[in-house]
């Protein structure tokens, strides 16, 4: 029997060997024997046997990129916005001087007079004349009085009293006492009626005697004011070339 699995019986029998620091000198040679560790104690319940866990890989380090330094260059500030220019501003639009006008009706036909406030009266030479050249061209010689315009229209002075305004303002008023009506032609007596086409009144006489067309209205035709007429006979003479080139549409109409 070998002499390392005896030992290894007599170690489980509990048997005490005893070895012998140095050799007898009456025991034979013998081959040292091959020491064996010690088994492990075994577990409460039953030995259990471990499985040895391999070893771990060794773990090789992946060298990260590392950032470049980059040394910070100073930044220029930026420059500031340049200042805004002043906005030139013309000079304000002259504001039309204040005046008045009335708005008849004689059959298809619309008539714009200016006159004085407070308009005109039946006894009146302005009211007469106007009759007369109503039976000329066969309007109703008998007017209905429509409406009333009045420039400024607010006596704040804050607000705009351009000839712009003033146009815009008569325009709309035009428009709305014109809703509605079988109107074929409008007849405007008096330079101030020319805001409807022109807002510079300086060519205000270069309008009378013609007939233009005006957007959302009918034919519109310029004639000077009935005073102007009743002063000067010779711009009768001129009316009346007007009317008879403009009084087929209500004839038409009739």
């Not at 004689?106 to 407070?118: N, V």
Request: glycine content about 6%; charged content about 20%.
């Amino acid at each position: 029997m070998y002499e390392a699995t005896r030992l290894a019986y007599l170690e489980a029998l509990g048997v005490t060997n005893w070895i012998p620091r140095e050799p007898l000198a009456v025991a034979p040679a013998r081959t040292p024997a091959l020491l064996l560790p010690e088994p492990e104690a075994p577990a409460p319940g039953g030995a259990e046997l471990r499985a040895e866990r391999p070893a771990a890989a060794p773990r090789i380090e992946v060298p990260r990129p590392v950032k470049p330094s980059v040394t910070p260059v100073p930044s220029t500030p930026p420059a500031p916005p340049p200042a805004p220019e002043p906005v030139q501003k013309g000079p304000a639009a002259e504001p039309v001087a204040a005046f008045y006008l009335q708005l008849w009706q004689s059959g298809p036909c619309m008539l714009l007079i200016e006159t004085p406030e407070p308009g005109l009266e039946s006894a009146m030479p302005g009211f007469i004349l106007l009759q007369d050249i109503l039976r000329a061209v066969q309007l109703p010689e008998r007017p209905t009085l429509v409406g009333d315009f009045r420039w400024p229209l607010n006596r704040n002075p804050q607000l705009d009293r351009s000839a712009a305004a003033a146009n815009r303002g008569l325009l709309a008023f035009l428009q709305a006492r014109l809703e509605a009506r079988q109107i074929v032609s409008v007849g405007c007596f008096g330079a101030m009626n020319t805001l409807l086409v022109e807002t510079d009144l300086t060519q205000a006489d270069a309008l009378l005697g013609c007939e233009e067309s005006v957007e959302g209205l009918p034919p519109v035709w310029f004639a000077p004011s009935l005073d102007s007429l009743l002063k000067r006979p010779q711009e009768k003479a001129a009316l009346w070339t007007l009317l008879r080139r403009v009084r087929a549409r209500w004839q038409e109409k009739s």
